[in-house]
Structures are given as C-alpha cells and as structure tokens.
C-alpha cells in the first residue's frame, strides 16, 4: 500500500514534467517528501496563500532581485512546508537559478528544480492532481474494502489467527497479537520469515512505545493500536511498517484500529450450537460471570427451566480436559469439528451426571474448552457430598461412554469456594474456571479440585490471562525488563531472582548466581535503583517475588 500523496521523486517521473527537461539544483533530500497540491505563483509573498505539501511552479518574474529577498523566500516556503520549488528558465533566469536561491534551498533541504524547457505548468497540474485524485479514490476503495472485510469477520466469529490472516493480507505487512506481557496470542508474517519475526519478541516489544493509544513508533517501525473492549484492555496488535523514511498511511491505521476492534468482538462474542434449552443455560452462566443481565432476571429466567436459584447454597463447578488439543486418532488435528464436538461430548456428560447425582444446576461450555455448572444445593452442609456425588457420577457416565478412553482425555473437575446468594455466584464460577485451569497439569487425581490444592503458584498460572496481573508484574518489573532488553548481556532479572528464591541470603545468592559477592551486591545496588526499591524491605521483596511467580506463570505454555 503507498501513502495518497505521490512524492517529488514521483512528479518529477511524470511525462510533462519529463519534457520541461527538469534538474535537481538542490534539496536531494526532500525528494521524498509528499505533494499534497501544485501552486503555480509569480509574487514573493507566496508563502501567506499555502498550508504546506504544496510544489510550487513559478517562472521567476516576480522574485526579489537581491540576495537577501531570495533567502528570504526559500527560507519562508520551508517554513511552511512546502514540499518543493520549480523555476522554469527563459524569462527571468536564462541559464540557471541564482547560487544564492540554490545555497539557501540546500540548507533548508527544499527540493529546487530547473525547468530548462518551457512547458505549460497547466499540463504539470492536471497531471499532478489527477494523480492524487486517483490515488484518493483508491484510497477510499481500499478503505471500504477495510470495513466490509472486518464487518464479515465480525458477523462470522473469525478466531484471531484468521483476523490476522486477512489484516496482513490487506496490509502486505507482518501483523503480531500480544497480551499485556509482551507474549504472542497470535501473528501472520506476510510472506516473511516467522522465527526471525518472533525471535526475542518479548524484549524487541518492549522497546516499541508509540505515543498514543493508536501510534507509529518510528524507531521501531510498528504501527501499535491497544486492544480491548468494555474499558478492558487486554493486549497490543502491532503491524511493522517497512518505509523506515515515511508513517503509513491513513488506510493502515484504520485497518489496525478495525482488526482490533474485531478482536476484541471476537473474545466477547460466544457461539454456540447447542439445543435451545442448552443455549438458555450458557446465555444465564455466561450473565453470571460477564454481568450482562440483571441478576433477578437470570433467577427468574432458571426458575423457568425448572432450575431454582433463588435461596439456595451456589456452588460452581468447572470441568475440563486436562489437555487443550484433542486426542481423537489419526487426522483428528486436521478436522477443524474435533475440538467443538469433544466439548459437546463433555458438555453432555456434565448435564448426565448432575441428573445422575440428583442436583439441580445450570450446565453448559463456559469457553472453548471447559464445561461449568452453578450447582443449586438447598444447605450448605451438603457441599462436599454433593461435589463427591457429581464427580463420581461424571467418571462413571465418561467410563460408560468409553471404556477404553486414553489418559490424555481424563478431565478435571474444580469447584469454586460456595456462596449464599445469587450475587456472589460469578466470584464462585470464576474460581472455578481458574482452578480447573490451573489443575489443568497437576499429576494428582483428585476426584474435585478446591482453591487450597493449587498453592500460590497454581493460582497465579491460572490468572495469567487475567490484564490486572499483567498490570501488576509490568509495574513491578516492568522496568528491569526493559533494562535486561536494552542490557542482552546483563540479565538483572536472574540476579534479582537468585537473591529472592535464597530467602534474600544474599551470600547464598550469589552462590546461586555463580558470582563474586561484590559484583553480586553491585547488581543487587543496581537493582535497586532501576526498580527504585528497596531491597532490605520485606514487604517490597515480597512483591516483587510473587511478580516473579506471575511472570513464570505468563510465560509458561
């Protein structure tokens, strides 16, 4: 895609220009610079009358004659950028512009060109501007075609590798999908070379930082726009622009803002392709957790599916595989229907086995990989027999259905923390489904995993998605990650994590780091600094260790 404007490179390729026989007297370096109109002026003052970008044409009949009033034109035609000057020869310079125009022209990077045959600067304008004209027509095509593009995502459910797909199809440019820790969700490279694309990513990502929400960065040469919707931001969609001399143009920032905008739909929007019944389910679970419906409504909607939720003991149950691909034989990776129709299978023997256990509860897929049920027990004191006759029942409708299932279809079931009210049945849910995550590869069997067998790891692996975690380790170490980037060599965070996994014994630490005392205690002082911390504070260490646990969490698959 090029930008709408041609360049004075470019006019001064057009055929009528070609046959005023042009040459560049000064200004080489403005070439690049965008025409935006032709001006064609024969008095001084020229300069009140444009708004910059314009080239303009003039015979040179009404320059000042002295050396002054020439600096003093060329001078006011940079300052209101102006994007070039063309003098045609014969009338009022025979064989050359004045040395003087030339000079001044040079140090203001002017482009200044000799027309040394006589053309009519008509012919020079209709050709310019029917050049930009054309240019703003498939401007604005290329833009309509932006919108219907991601109109039709939208309206489908594309999945963000298919977002991206078409976004850099459109562009011609490598486009990258990253969450609020600098860790790929998705990319396309365009025709380029993915491993060299994506090496180092995190620290490469850490040093673009446009000034704005959408911005180009032009050190790094990305075009960045923040994703997010409903006040959540949740990541960075980052489109690398290869004209290091010029911003893209217009069309590529709404074709990122666009694709963004579509992401952000996508992760909201939940498709399903279940019965009407199942569907009533998932609309009321899916209100629980995302607030969408008042809750009164959600009850009153249950208590019409025979599910009541009012005055109830609420607990929330998650079951998941424990592994996200699906284990299905050969060819099974290619069938794009595997993974929706295993969760469909899932789905079914949840609603089974809460019939078989003899509860009352809202049963559907929370996601694209979990099933989550709000259990509806008339006392508290039957909590946990109740999860011990859900789980046993699920094994048994999942071992009927398939007596042979390899280990890599087990499942786990997690339960969230039970509540009183219909209220707190989202905090319930969602702890659930962080739990259920965050089991996902414990080696342990439990028949129902609670909050208390994940540990403080576990819970922070299975926040990681969570943006206000992300938040919290980008504040906590945000700015020694960005040193280490800058720093390849130094590596801080390692030493910062050998003094901390020590107990901050900082002479075991050092061990630990296999280095001397005083080079490890002048990094650990430089640490300091960087993070303006305090190293000997308990609490500041503390928070910065649980940081470090989180940024394990982040960065593991």
């Not at 797909?165 to 486009?175: H, N, S």
């Not at 599916?305 to 998650?318: A, E």
């Not at 079914?348 to 259990?375: F, I, M, N, P």
Request: glycine share 8%.
């Amino acid at each position: 895609m090029s930008p709408v404007f041609p360049t004075v490179r470019e006019v001064l390729d057009l055929v009528p220009m070609r046959h005023g026989a042009p040459r560049l007297v000064a200004g080489n370096a403005g070439l690049d610079r965008p025409v935006r109109w032709v001006h064609i002026a024969e008095v001084p003052d020229i300069a009140t009358l444009l708004g910059g970008g314009e080239l303009v044409l003039t015979t040179g009949i009404g320059l000042p004659a002295d050396d002054a009033g020439l600096r003093e034109f060329i001078g006011t035609l940079a300052d209101v950028g102006a994007s070039g000057l063309v003098v045609e020869l014969g009338r009022r310079y025979l064989t050359g512009v004045p040395r003087v125009m030339a000079a001044a022209a040079e140090r203001r990077g002017l482009p200044l060109i000799e027309l040394r045959r006589g053309t009519p600067f008509v012919r020079i304008t209709e050709a310019v501007h029917g050049l930009i004209v054309d240019a703003q027509l498939t401007e604005l095509r290329a833009t309509e075609e932006i919108h219907q593009r991601f109109t039709d995502l939208s309206v489908e459910g594309a999945e963000p590798a298919e977002v991206l797909r078409q976004a850099a199809e459109l562009a011609g440019c490598p486009m990258v999908l990253e969450n609020l820790s600098r860790q790929v969700l998705a990319y396309d490279p365009a025709g380029e070379n993915a491993e060299l694309l994506l090496d180092g990513w995190e620290q490469h990502s850490r040093q673009i930082r446009p000034a704005g929400r959408t911005a180009y960065d032009p050190g790094s040469g990305w075009l960045v726009t923040t994703v997010g919707a409903r006040g959540q931001d949740w990541g960075r969609l980052l489109l690398r622009w290869p004209v290091a001399e010029s911003t893209p143009p217009t069309r590529l920032t709404i074709l990122i803002e666009r694709a963004a905008s579509t992401l952000a739909l996508g992760r909201l929007i939940r498709r399903d392709a279940e019965g009407l019944e199942r569907q009533i389910h998932r609309t009321l679970l899916t209100a629980l957790i995302d607030h969408s419906r008042p809750v009164d409504e959600v009850a009153l909607r249950a208590k019409a599916l025979g599910v009541v939720l009012d005055r109830r003991h609420l607990v929330g149950v998650v079951v998941r595989h424990r592994g996200d691909e699906p284990a299905a034989g050969p060819g099974a990776d290619a069938d794009p229907e595997a993974g929706p129709a295993r969760l469909r299978d899932l789905a079914e023997a949840v609603g089974q086995a809460v019939r078989d256990a003899k509860l009352t509860a809202l049963t559907s897929a929370v996601d694209d990989h979990a099933v989550g049920a709000l259990l509806a027990l008339p006392d508290a004191a039957d909590e946990e027999k109740a999860l011990a006759a859900f789980a046993t029942a699920l094994r048994r409708v999942r071992l009927d259905a398939a007596p042979s299932r390899p280990p890599a279809t087990r499942t786990v079931v997690a339960a969230g923390s039970g509540v009183g009210s219909l209220r707190e049945a989202r905090r319930s849910l969602v702890e659930a489904r962080q739990i259920a995550e965050a089991a996902r590869r414990d080696p342990r069997d439990l028949p129902c995993y609670r909050l208390p067998h994940v540990g403080l790891a576990g819970l922070l692996h299975l926040l990681r998605d969570e943006p206000r975690l992300q938040t919290f380790v980008e504040r906590e170490l945000g700015a020694l990650l960005a040193y280490d980037a800058q720093h390849p060599r130094e590596q801080l965070l390692g030493t910062l994590r050998a003094c901390l996994e020590q107990g901050r014994n900082k002479s075991a630490g050092a061990a630990a780091a296999h280095l001397s005392r005083p080079a490890f205690y002048e990094r650990l002082a430089r640490i300091g600094r960087i993070l303006d911390a305090d190293l000997d504070s308990v609490d500041r260490c503390l928070s910065l260790h649980v940081a470090l646990l989180a940024l394990d969490a982040i960065r593991t698959p």
